[in-house]
């Protein structure tokens, strides 16, 4: 069992590093929070006596020696930057969980046949940079080291020079750290266990994800003399856009999600038709037939809405990842594991996009779920019960100790 | 006559300060090109025999005199401020004319009866402080200066700050410079004159302004795990609230107009589902009744959005402006102007609000309208003919002629 207090203890304490008034925390990847938070961890893991190494993406991993090195180490862990707006838990607790299995292993003196290796993936959340699970997916060769370096934010920093500014461009060359398998816990980030009293959610699959990049260029006027059939006016246009999303992904039931998150008007004034915005599209299915009706359906929508209101609208895929179906054998290790313990649990599919979606395309991967309050997360209200916390992170350790061997 | 070439020489020089790589001006009010173009204004007046006052809140005035100094002047001008993406005509035309007007006079050696007094009125356009038309509100008595000099702009700058930034907080009470009437020349920014090949529209009238910040707050949560069905989305909220403004305007055919200019979502992510909007309406008629009509259409909509989404909607009108009816005086003085010089004509209403329909609550006002190309406004596409501009000046000093006596 790991030390729940310790364990509790940690996510408070990181909690620090970018907290908001309303509780949350707003730790932009590779921002100076982010660099507060990763110092914190790469001298928590030189404590635990792990050999510390930051990739070119300024990964971190933190390697805990096995009897047989001749085998790549299970990887464990999750994020540790946040949302704009974010909460404690959401890749928090799957990293800090992953440093108390490897401290409790310590204190128990408990040597793994495999190596193990603990990990802080950067730029999970994507909200700083596109797409999110970056590191993870350059790991996996989805992208170039080169392309992913040279991402801007909305500032225009490149993540070249965010990773320089916190001196975090590590020597590791992108993907050199091997594993052999990668477990990682994280909160559901949904509703259904707690409505279900489940403790434990053995993840199975993971949804799809489009992402898209959207601008519509409409014509700005003045909003007192231009009558309304002339108008063209881009923030109409977008509000049928908006619509048109949600109602593309309530026909699918509960097997799709649509959103537009973001959309900024070009030159906003009170008494000016907007002439031009620019927003992001994020749609998920698990079923990859769905993603392509998504696809088809969105796009036909916003065909008619620009040629009917007279607009451009440029709508360009920017992201797509295939829906996760993670590997039999380590679900079932999972399953074990809570079994083992004594927890409730189901098996689930996860909603959000996570690392290991990104590494099971290349390796074994598996995931542990714990439920949060009213399913909420990407919000400073987000929550979860130390009990909880606890559970997963007994689940993720006897999972791990299952894969290494002791 | 006026000179046609020096007019249009004076409205391309101060298009100067701001201008835009598109071909427009970006001059917000009581911003460091608003000074230039304020020092630019000043030196011209001066140079042309003028005395020049500035009031508490900005506005510049130009006193030319007249036999009778007993009796107020006639005020004439406009504004000099512009949109964030403008034109070069909105204000300046009616400014530049007046001057233009005075130059006239001078090199003509023709002293009127009355005084005649040139205005640049701060802050008519409404983009970085509302209520649009700020300081001719303030003079007629709508608003206290002090409340006035309090208002803040986006960035929490007040009125009085940027006053002072600018040197522009002048020692003359508002309202201390009387005027006997008060005639305004201005592009027409809507498409009817062109569209009916006519020179010069003898403005009778002017619309009803209702302007309102409106804030949702529904609640942030994960795009990707949460489910359609409970979502409190702010921003498919305010989509709703678009097309209804849209739908409600358009109910009234050519008698009304309704936008949304500015949504500014508070912390925005791809994957994030936006949980605050703020947002600001705009909407007008030259009927009372109609924007009556309007008011109670968008609250009732506004209301039944909000329950069914399940977020909250605050919506707060800030500036109830009524319809404007002209002198009716006046209005035959610019028809006779128009017509004595041999211009096509028609009677018109402004579909925008202008410092002139402020005036005519305390005095006999009236406009004179040219056209512009495409009825295009608070665009940096912009666009007027010299002969028109001309013809309006025309029109213009021969209104004021009449008025003054010569
Ligand atoms: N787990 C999580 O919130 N990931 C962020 C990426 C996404 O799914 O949008
Ligand atoms: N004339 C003009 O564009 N005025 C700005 C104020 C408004 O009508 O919105």
């Known amino acids: 069992q790991i030390d729940s207090a310790r364990l509790w203890g940690t996510i408070h304490e990181t909690a620090q590093f970018g907290a908001t008034p309303k509780g949350g925390v707003r730790r932009l990847t590779l921002s100076a929070e982010d660099k507060q938070v990763r110092d914190w961890f790469r001298k928590a893991c030189e404590e635990a006596g792990l050999e510390v190494q930051v990739d070119a993406l300024g990964s971190m991993f933190g390697l805990r020696k096995g009897r047989d090195m001749s085998k790549p180490p299970i990887g464990v862990g999750s994020h540790l930057d946040t949302q704009p707006t974010g909460g404690k838990y959401d890749g928090v607790l799957g990293t800090l969980a992953a440093l108390e299995m490897v401290r409790t292993l310590n204190d128990a003196g408990i040597e793994t046949e495999l190596p193990i290796c603990i990990c802080n993936w950067t730029n999970e959340e994507g909200s700083r940079f596109a797409p999110a699970m970056m590191a993870s997916a350059a790991y996996v060769g989805d992208f170039t080291t080169d392309d992913i370096l040279s991402r801007k934010d909305a500032e225009g920093v490149t993540v070249a020079q965010a990773l320089d500014t916190i001196g975090y461009r590590g020597d590791a060359p992108v993907g050199r750290q091997k594993f052999t398998s990668f477990v990682e816990l994280h909160i559901e980030q949904g509703p259904i266990l707690e409505a279900e009293s489940k403790t434990i959610g053995v993840v199975d699959s993971g949804q799809g994800v489009l992402w898209y990049d959207g601008k519509i260029t409409g014509f700005e006027s003045h909003a007192g003399s ?20 949600e109602s593309i992904a309530k026909k699918h039931g509960p097997k799709a999600v649509g959103t537009i998150g973001e959309a900024v008007i070009a030159a906003p004034s009170r008494n000016v038709i907007p002439g031009e915005i620019a927003f992001t599209v994020d749609c998920r299915s698990a079923d990859a037939g769905i993603m392509d009706a998504l696809d088809r359906d969105l796009r036909a929508a916003v065909a008619e809405i620009a040629t009917r209101r007279k607009v451009e609208v440029q709508l360009d895929l920017v992201w797509r990842k295939a829906p996760t179906h993670f590997d039999p054998k380590l679900v079932d290790a999972v399953e074990n594991a809570a079994k083992q313990l004594g927890y409730s649990h189901r098996r689930i599919t996860s909603g959000a996009g996570h690392d290991a979606c990104n590494l099971n395309t290349v390796m074994p991967a598996a995931m542990v779920f714990v439920p949060c309050k009213d399913g909420i997360s990407h919000n400073e209200l987000e929550d979860a019960t130390q009990t909880d916390c606890a559970a997963g992170a007994n689940v993720l350790m006897h999972t791990v100790l299952a894969l290494a061997g002791v």
């Not at 231009?226 to 109409?236: E, N, S, V």
């Not at 977008?238 to 619509?243: A, D, G, K, P, R």
């Open 226 to 245: 231009t009558p309304m059939p002339l108008r063209r006016d881009a923030l109409a246009t977008l509000s049928e856009i908006v619509l048109a999303m």
